[in-house]
């Protein structure tokens, strides 16, 4: 089974430029994470999908941050105008079912690290 | 709220001794935590899951946790290290929303002397 596919793996560049990560989830997987995790911390959650639905994207900075998941696979997580605090490394994760009565586990894709100059 | 302590930040162990990576957490009503590992420039990867039932839960590549509620606590063990073992691991708790969220401790970087 193939695993959370993330793309680019690294990206560089200046502040107040944009940037586009790209997911794609297991086949199947009903809800999507995206997660920020700067260095030395632990990832923490911008936005979660169910389907193509927003479930939850109360950490999202929404004045420069953005997702979407078309069709309800595949989503994108853009930035722009991007800020020196948004070095981070950008993880996707999925998970077979959502909601409250689901105890599923996520499994994470291997991260977009991003660098803000 | 939900948090995750994990209060090592770094752990040393030699090859062959039994490890231990200490979690407590702090949530309202029945937790659900799981343990994932980081190895460099690549994601996390799930090791193991508490919902419910028998309170040592058994994981992969030999790990295991131990959930105590009267103490908050769900730490990682392995009986004996291997140098590959070495990572940076990470302690989480599911929000008890709907909205199923993990909540990361701040990692514990495990490293595994020859």
């Known amino acids: 089974e193939a695993g959370v596919a993330q793309s680019p793996r690294y990206k560089i560049i200046e502040k107040r430029q944009s940037v586009a990560f790209w997911c794609n989830p297991i086949s199947g997987h009903a809800t999507l994470y995206w997660y920020q995790q700067i260095l030395g911390q632990g990832p923490k959650l911008l936005i979660q999908f169910q389907n193509n639905g927003v479930v939850d994207d109360s950490q999202l900075p929404k004045d420069r941050f953005s997702a979407e998941r078309l069709k309800g696979v595949d989503s994108t997580l853009k930035i722009q105008p991007a800020k020196l605090e948004d070095s981070a490394v950008y993880l996707c994760a999925s998970s077979l079912r959502a909601g409250t009565e689901s105890t599923d586990t996520q499994y994470f894709g291997p991260g977009t690290r991003l660098t803000v100059l | 709220a939900q948090s995750v302590a994990q209060p090592e930040d770094q752990v040393n162990v030699a090859e062959g001794n039994p490890l231990t990576v200490k979690c407590t957490y702090s949530v309202s009503g029945n937790p659900y935590l799981f343990w994932y590992v980081q190895y460099p420039n690549r994601g996390l990867q799930f090791l193991l899951k508490?919902?419910?039932?028998?309170?040592l839960v058994k994981g992969s590549y030999g790990f295991e946790a131990e959930f105590n509620k009267s103490q908050t606590s769900f730490h990682l063990k392995k009986p004996s290290a291997l140098v590959s073992d070495s990572a940076l691991y990470f302690c989480?708790?599911?929000?008890?929303?709907?909205?199923?969220?993990?909540?990361f401790g701040t990692g514990t970087r495990l490293t595994v002397i020859p």
């Open positions: 508490y919902i419910t039932g028998d309170n």
């Open positions: 989480a708790v599911r929000d008890q929303t709907g909205a199923n969220n993990l909540f």
